[in-house]
Structure formats: structure tokens, C-alpha cells
């Protein structure tokens, strides 16, 4: 019975939904259409290109306002196609003209008018039957109910029934109960067909998203390229300035000692000594620097333990919880360690917090780990800021971050990277 | 006494052989690799065992797991491991089962030969040889938690040089205080640390690692 109510409901939710989406699709569509046209129209006599970057941008709006629209009603995802503006677009009236050229050219603008004639009669359509099914039989038992009286004059049509008498009226309600379980079983489906009525005009072609994918992976590799050249750099230096200057002067010493050694063995103890000091301080230069390129424990124990060790070594006390049935490919650990280690630093550096919890754990094809503290929050992902850093970072291997940090705590720094265990 | 060595660096096997040649211990076995290893700790019955963390064949954390695995098949079985770098996980690792007799020290400590060599000792004797790199790590982090809070400067100068496995004798003699009052910030710090009375060599492992373990909290 619960099953039945539930089902009801959700139809009738498909049908309010249809309702509202007739009208946007209507209302919406028209409107945009005559103005994308007018506006085009006009380019030549100079006002479509003022207006003509206005009336497209309510359009991508519109389109994105019904991209939202599918996921959250119908679970259908229709990606965005729109090319990205270049960064350098100017301002002021050539600044009109180019984004007005820009966005002409941009094949995902002609799919949007496309898209706003096929709105305003197939998505129309769909919506309002979706929507229909389930209003329309109430006018039949309306008229069951005693309406029919007030036509007799004139036969009235419900449907294919003439009502003109009580008979006639209740077959208009059987009509009724008919189309409303009809209605049960199809508003939701036709709601759904709408939506991929949608996308199979809003959607990037299978070339757009080729292109598409190849943006981002020019990008993210620029960034990879740039990160590992600046990574070198930094060992270089740190090698050349740190453990190689200590090594020399080692040696030089024990040259010193060499030639002192049977004239003034105390100050050939002294330097001895020296020597045994820089070479541990060289040890422990390059032990760190390791640490910076691939830390020990990951490279002996994998991602969990890892972790964990890094928590161990924080001022702050931090709970580490793993899950994972196996290790993931050393590039995707070594991120994951470092993005980890990286949002645990921030944690400890500004958040002021007294507790940390770092989850980690695979699943759905994807290895998630968030990292979590108790501080104050109002952390933001921008320029210069570590988080962007490990956006950076995760971007190589497809990996996404989330952070939220409402001003006053708690923050929670969320990452997924794409992988499969071995 | 008779030592099983497992290292995979020739040099650094080599050299080790030879520092404790001259301090007349007598060398078992010179192992480089992981079942080497595990045969000599079966075979051989040695009185203590110098292990490298990392070993071939898998050149992850092999030697380690030899080490604890001989020592689960011969409880208290003494064991001085040796690593480039020490973590915290390892050496809770190491100390997990209570038993003394257990040594976890940078490579670098080689370097003062004397010390080295009173490290093996001590391990071969059932006591404890703790990095001073691990104590510290352990103590900064204490120092901001309440359990510990209940030691004083003084009682918690006593713990890390306990930590690292020193005898009242050598701790001492570094802090410059007679050892009756070392015995009596010792017996201070296990009552503080809610230890009952037992054999001693043993209470202070129990000391490192309730140290350990309050890390977690």
C-alpha cells in the first residue's frame, strides 16, 4: 500500500514538475528565441552587438538552469559544451564585439537555438502530456460529479466521450481513471524524455567533448610539466647548496687532518670531529629532502601506513582511519600522500584546530580521502593558497577537491582520484 | 657473542662486520637478503641480530618483517634494527609485544662506534635501544597533552634518556646527578605512569610504550 502511495506521489510530483517545465519551456523558449533572432538580426546595424552577448548569456543561463533541472529531477546529466572565454577579452565596446565573434563562433551557441525551437515544441509538448495525464482526469470526475448538467444544451467532448447525460458523464470518469493510472505509470518517464530530449540537443557533441577532454589535458599536463620542472629545481638547489657543500667541506677537512695529523694531532681530533658533524648533518639533509620526493614509509608500506605515520608525527592529535584492500599506482599514492600531507599542514599551520580525522578509503572506482579538523575554518581555494596547490596536483590524474570551511569551523578538505587497487 | 647481520649495502656490511669483530663479538652470519635472513634466525639461534629495515628481494620493509616475525616464533628474541630514517609506527611496531630485548636505531648512530656498540649490548641484553629521534618526535608532541603533563622537567629529562634505553648508571652520569636520584625520579615516573613494581628491565619498556601509546590519544 506504501508502495502504492509512494507511487502515486511521485507522480504526481513528475506532473507539478511537467507543469512548470511547460511553461519555462514555453514562456522561456519563445521569448529567447525572438530575441536571439532579433538580436542577430540587428548585429549589422550595430545594436546586436551590444545586446546580441546579453540575450546569449540568458540563453546559456536558461540552458544551464534546465541542465540542473534534469540531475536533480530525472538524474539525466547533460554536460556543458561552452568554450571557455580567453582570459585576455577586453573591455568596453571592442570587448562586446569580440565576445559577440566568440560566442557566434562557438558551435554550442547554434545548438542552443537549436535547442530553444525544439523546447518550445517537442520539450513542450512531453511536459505538458507528463503533466496532463494527471490533471485532466480530474475534470472527468468533475463532470461525473454533477458538471455534465451544466451542457446539456450543448454536447460537450471529455476526450472521445460526448457527455450529455449521467451515463455518458461516468463513462468520462472511467475515461478519467484510466488516463490517471496511465498518468502513474508515464509522467515520470515522460519527464525523463524530456530531459533527454534536452540533452540530446544540448549535449557536446562526441567531437566537442574529444576537444574538450584535449583542453583539459593540455592543461593539467602544462601543469604537470611545470610542477616536476620546479620540483627539480628545488632539489637541485637544495643538493647543491645542503649535503654537496657539507661533502666538501669534509673532505677538505680530512685533508686538513691528513696533513696535521702527526704535527698537531689535538687539532687534527678537532677537525675529526667536524668532519663526523657535517657528515651527519649532510645525512640528515638528504634524509629530509627524500622525504620531500617520496617519503620512506610510502615507498616500503604504501598509502595507509603512511598516513598514518605522517599523523604520528603531527602536534596535534590526528585519527586515521583506512580502508583499502590493496595499493594503488605509485604516482596516485605519492599524490594522495602529498595532497593529504599538504591539506594536514594547513590544518595544523591556520585553523588552530585541536583534533584532526583523515578517512581514506576506495570505492566506486575512485580512492577518496578527506582530512578534517575541529579549527575555525574560512579556508578558500584561490591563488596562492595550499589547497590550489593540490588541486594542481590531483588534476593530473583527473583527481578532484572539495573544500568546505564555513567561517567558524569545521573545515573538511574532500579528494577523489580515479584508480583501481592492485 | 654471536650476531646475525643483515644489511644489503656491501660497504656498509663490510664496515659493520668490522666494528663489532673488533669489539670481540663473534659473526654468526653476514646476510644481504630477506630469506637469508629468516633462514639464519632459524638455523643459527643467535644472541642478537643487527637488521637493516629495508632489504632485497622486495626492498620495502622486508628486514623489519623478518625481525618481527622471528621474534613472535622466539618471544624476546633480541633485535637491534637499523634504518635510514625511523618512524614512530615502526618502533611501536617493534616495542607492540612488551618483550625487551629491542633496538630501533638511525644508521647514522654507527658513527659514534662506542655508542653503537653499547646499543648492541644493551639489546643483547634484553633492554631497550630507542633513536633519540623517536623520543623527541614523542616528547614535542607530549609536551602539549595532558596525560604527561603530570611528569616534571626534570622526571621528563629522565624519560627520554629511559626512553632511549639507558641504564640509572649512564643517565646518571649524562645528566650529572647521582643515581640514587635517578632511581628516584624513575620509581616516580612508573608510579606516575600507573606501572606496578615488576623486574625492571621490563618496566622500562612498558615505559616507552605507554609513552607510545598515550601518543595516539
Same mark, same amino acid.
Given at each position: 500500500?506504501?508502495?502504492?502511495?509512494?507511487?502515486?506521489?511521485?507522480?504526481?510530483?513528475?506532473?507539478?514538475?511537467?507543469? *512548470?517545465?511547460?511553461?519555462?519551456?514555453?514562456?522561456?523558449?519563445?521569448?529567447?528565441?525572438?530575441?536571439?533572432?532579433?538580436?542577430?538580426?540587428?548585429?549589422?546595424?550595430?545594436?546586436?552587438?551590444?545586446?546580441?552577448?546579453?540575450?546569449?548569456?540568458?540563453?546559456?543561463?536558461?540552458?544551464?538552469?534546465?541542465?540542473?533541472?534534469?540531475?536533480?529531477?530525472?538524474?539525466?546529466?547533460?554536460?556543458?559544451?561552452?568554450?571557455?572565454?580567453?582570459?585576455?577579452?577586453?573591455?568596453?565596446?571592442?570587448?562586446?564585439?569580440?565576445?559577440?565573434?566568440?560566442?557566434?563562433?562557438?558551435?554550442?551557441?547554434?545548438?542552443?537555438?537549436?535547442?530553444?525551437?525544439?523546447?518550445?515544441?517537442?520539450?513542450?509538448?512531453?511536459? *505538458?502530456?507528463?503533466?496532463?495525464?494527471?490533471?485532466?482526469?480530474?475534470?472527468?470526475?468533475?463532470?461525473?460529479?454533477?458538471?455534465?448538467?451544466?451542457?446539456?444544451?450543448?454536447?460537450?467532448?471529455?476526450?472521445?466521450?460526448?457527455?450529455?447525460?449521467?451515463?455518458? +458523464?461516468?463513462?468520462?470518469? +472511467?475515461?478519467?481513471?484510466?488516463?490517471?493510472?496511465?498518468?502513474?505509470?508515464?509522467?515520470?518517464?515522460?519527464?525523463?524524455?524530456?530531459?533527454?530530449?534536452?540533452?540530446?540537443?544540448?549535449?557536446?557533441?562526441?567531437?566537442?567533448?574529444?576537444?574538450?577532454?584535449?583542453?583539459?589535458?593540455?592543461? !593539467?599536463?602544462?601543469?604537470?610539466?611545470?610542477?616536476?620542472?620546479?620540483?627539480?629545481?628545488?632539489?637541485?638547489?637544495?643538493?647543491?647548496?645542503?649535503?654537496?657543500?657539507?661533502?666538501?667541506?669534509?673532505?677538505?677537512?680530512?685533508?686538513?687532518?691528513?696533513?696535521?695529523?702527526?704535527?698537531?694531532?689535538?687539532?687534527?681530533?678537532?677537525?675529526?670531529?667536524?668532519?663526523?658533524?657535517?657528515?651527519?648533518?649532510?645525512?640528515?639533509?638528504?634524509?629530509?629532502? /627524500?622525504?620531500?620526493?617520496?617519503?620512506?614509509?610510502?615507498?616500503?608500506?604504501?598509502?595507509?601506513?603512511?598516513?598514518?605515520?605522517?599523523?604520528?608525527?603531527?602536534?596535534?592529535?590526528?585519527?586515521?582511519?583506512?580502508?583499502?584492500?590493496?595499493?594503488?599506482?605509485?604516482? *596516485?599514492?605519492?599524490?594522495?600522500?602529498?595532497? /593529504?600531507?599538504?591539506?594536514?599542514?594547513? +590544518? /595544523?599551520?591556520?585553523?588552530?584546530?585541536?583534533?584532526?580525522?583523515?578517512?581514506?578509503?576506495?570505492?566506486?572506482?575512485?580512492?577518496?580521502?578527506? /582530512?578534517?579538523?575541529?579549527?575555525?575554518?574560512?579556508?578558500?581555494?584561490?591563488?596562492?593558497?595550499?589547497?590550489?596547490?593540490?588541486?594542481?596536483?590531483?588534476?593530473?590524474?583527473?583527481?578532484?577537491? +572539495?573544500?568546505?570551511?564555513?567561517?567558524?569551523?569545521? !573545515?573538511?578538505?574532500?579528494?577523489?582520484?580515479?584508480?583501481?587497487?592492485? | 657473542?654471536? &650476531?646475525?647481520?643483515?644489511?644489503?649495502?656491501?660497504?656498509?656490511?663490510?664496515?659493520?662486520?668490522?666494528?663489532?669483530?673488533?669489539?670481540?663479538?663473534?659473526?654468526?652470519?653476514?646476510?644481504? =637478503?630477506?630469506?637469508?635472513?629468516?633462514?639464519?634466525?632459524?638455523?643459527?639461534?643467535?644472541?642478537?641480530?643487527?637488521?637493516?629495515?629495508?632489504?632485497?628481494?622486495?626492498? =620495502?620493509?622486508?628486514?623489519? %618483517?623478518?625481525?618481527?616475525?622471528?621474534?613472535?616464533?622466539?618471544?624476546?628474541?633480541?633485535?637491534?634494527?637499523?634504518?635510514?630514517?625511523?618512524?614512530?609506527?615502526?618502533?611501536?611496531?617493534?616495542?607492540?609485544?612488551?618483550?625487551?630485548?629491542?633496538?630501533?636505531?638511525?644508521?647514522?648512530?654507527?658513527?659514534?662506534?662506542?655508542?653503537?656498540?653499547?646499543? &648492541?649490548?644493551?639489546?643483547?641484553?634484553?633492554?631497550?635501544?630507542?633513536?633519540?629521534?623517536?623520543?623527541?618526535?614523542?616528547? =614535542?608532541?607530549?609536551?602539549?597533552?595532558?596525560?604527561?603533563?603530570?611528569?616534571?622537567?626534570?622526571?621528563?629529562? &629522565?624519560?627520554?634518556?629511559?626512553? %632511549?634505553?639507558?641504564?640509572?648508571?649512564?643517565?646518571?652520569?649524562?645528566?650529572?646527578?647521582?643515581?640514587?636520584?635517578?632511581?628516584?625520579? =624513575?620509581?616516580?615516573?612508573?608510579?606516575?605512569?600507573?606501572?606496578?613494581?615488576?623486574?625492571?628491565?621490563?618496566?622500562?619498556?612498558?615505559?616507552?610504550?605507554?609513552?607510545?601509546?598515550?601518543?595516539?590519544?
Amino acid at each position: 500500500m506504501d508502495a502504492k502511495m509512494g507511487r502515486v506521489r511521485s507522480a504526481l510530483l513528475a506532473a507539478g514538475r511537467g507543469l *512548470v517545465l511547460s511553461v519555462v519551456a514555453l514562456a522561456g523558449s519563445i521569448t529567447l528565441f525572438v530575441l536571439t533572432v532579433l538580436s542577430i538580426a540587428f548585429i549589422p546595424l550595430g545594436i546586436g552587438l551590444v545586446t546580441t552577448p546579453q540575450v546569449l548569456e540568458a540563453v546559456r543561463k536558461h540552458a544551464n538552469q534546465r541542465r540542473l533541472m534534469a540531475i536533480t529531477w530525472s538524474n539525466v546529466r547533460i554536460p556543458v559544451p561552452y568554450r571557455p572565454f580567453p582570459k585576455d577579452v577586453r573591455s568596453g565596446f571592442t570587448g562586446q564585439v569580440e565576445r559577440t565573434t566568440l560566442m557566434l563562433k562557438d558551435p554550442a551557441t547554434w545548438r542552443d537555438i537549436q535547442w530553444l525551437l525544439v523546447d518550445m515544441t517537442a520539450g513542450y509538448a512531453v511536459a *505538458v502530456l507528463a503533466s496532463a495525464l494527471m490533471l485532466y482526469p480530474v475534470e472527468g470526475i468533475v463532470l461525473a460529479a454533477g458538471l455534465w448538467r451544466v451542457y446539456t444544451d450543448d454536447r460537450y467532448w471529455y476526450a472521445f466521450v460526448p457527455v450529455d447525460s449521467q451515463g455518458t +458523464a461516468l463513462l468520462a470518469a +472511467a475515461l478519467g481513471v484510466v488516463l490517471f493510472t496511465a498518468g502513474v505509470f508515464l509522467s515520470n518517464p515522460l519527464l525523463r524524455a524530456h530531459f533527454m530530449i534536452a540533452r540530446s540537443v544540448l549535449a557536446p557533441t562526441h567531437e566537442r567533448e574529444l576537444a574538450q577532454r584535449i583542453e583539459r589535458l593540455t592543461e !593539467t599536463r602544462h601543469e604537470a610539466v611545470d610542477t616536476a620542472a620546479s620540483e627539480l629545481r628545488r632539489i637541485e638547489r637544495d643538493l647543491h647548496d645542503g649535503a654537496q657543500a657539507r661533502l666538501v667541506a669534509m673532505g677538505m677537512n680530512l685533508g686538513t687532518v691528513e696533513a696535521l695529523i702527526e704535527k698537531d694531532p689535538e687539532q687534527a681530533k678537532k677537525l675529526l670531529a667536524m668532519a663526523r658533524e657535517s657528515s651527519a648533518e649532510a645525512l640528515t639533509e638528504l634524509r629530509d629532502l /627524500v622525504r620531500g620526493i617520496h617519503p620512506p614509509v610510502l615507498a616500503e608500506r604504501g598509502l595507509g601506513d603512511a598516513v598514518k605515520a605522517l599523523a604520528l608525527r603531527l602536534p596535534i592529535p590526528c585519527e586515521v582511519d583506512v580502508e583499502l584492500t590493496g595499493r594503488a599506482g605509485a604516482p *596516485v599514492e605519492s599524490a594522495a600522500y602529498f595532497a /593529504v600531507s599538504e591539506a594536514l599542514t594547513n +590544518a /595544523v599551520k591556520h585553523a588552530g584546530a585541536e583534533r584532526i580525522w583523515v578517512d581514506l578509503h576506495h570505492g566506486e572506482g575512485a580512492l577518496r580521502f578527506s /582530512v578534517t579538523d575541529n579549527g575555525k575554518g574560512g579556508a578558500t581555494v584561490g591563488a596562492g593558497s595550499g589547497l590550489s596547490g593540490i588541486e594542481r596536483r590531483l588534476g593530473t590524474f583527473d583527481g578532484i577537491m +572539495a573544500v568546505s570551511s564555513p567561517a567558524g569551523g569545521p !573545515t573538511m578538505v574532500t579528494m577523489e582520484i580515479p584508480c583501481e587497487l592492485s | 657473542m654471536r &650476531v646475525v647481520l643483515a644489511e644489503d649495502l656491501f660497504l656498509l656490511r663490510d664496515g659493520l662486520v668490522r666494528m663489532l669483530e673488533a669489539y670481540d663479538f663473534e659473526i654468526a652470519a653476514a646476510v644481504e =637478503t630477506g630469506p637469508e635472513l629468516t633462514r639464519a634466525f632459524a638455523e643459527l639461534e643467535p644472541d642478537v641480530a643487527v637488521v637493516d629495515v629495508r632489504l632485497p628481494p622486495s626492498h =620495502t620493509d622486508e628486514g623489519l %618483517q623478518c625481525a618481527l616475525a622471528a621474534r613472535r616464533a622466539r618471544p624476546g628474541l633480541p633485535v637491534l634494527v637499523l634504518s635510514q630514517h625511523v618512524e614512530q609506527l615502526y618502533a611501536r611496531e617493534l616495542l607492540a609485544d612488551g618483550n625487551g630485548g629491542i633496538g630501533y636505531l638511525l644508521k647514522d648512530r654507527v658513527f659514534d662506534a662506542d655508542q653503537f656498540i653499547d646499543a &648492541v649490548r644493551r639489546v643483547a641484553a634484553g633492554g631497550t635501544a630507542m633513536d633519540p629521534q623517536v623520543i623527541s618526535q614523542l616528547l =614535542t608532541r607530549r609536551s602539549q597533552d595532558k596525560p604527561m603533563g603530570g611528569l616534571t622537567p626534570r622526571e621528563r629529562e &629522565v624519560m627520554e634518556l629511559m626512553a %632511549q634505553g639507558r641504564s640509572n648508571a649512564a643517565i646518571a652520569s649524562q645528566m650529572v646527578i647521582t643515581e640514587r636520584a635517578v632511581a628516584k625520579h =624513575t620509581s616516580n615516573i612508573f608510579g606516575k605512569l600507573g606501572l606496578p613494581p615488576s623486574d625492571d628491565d621490563n618496566r622500562r619498556v612498558l615505559a616507552v610504550l605507554a609513552y607510545l601509546d598515550r601518543g595516539q590519544g
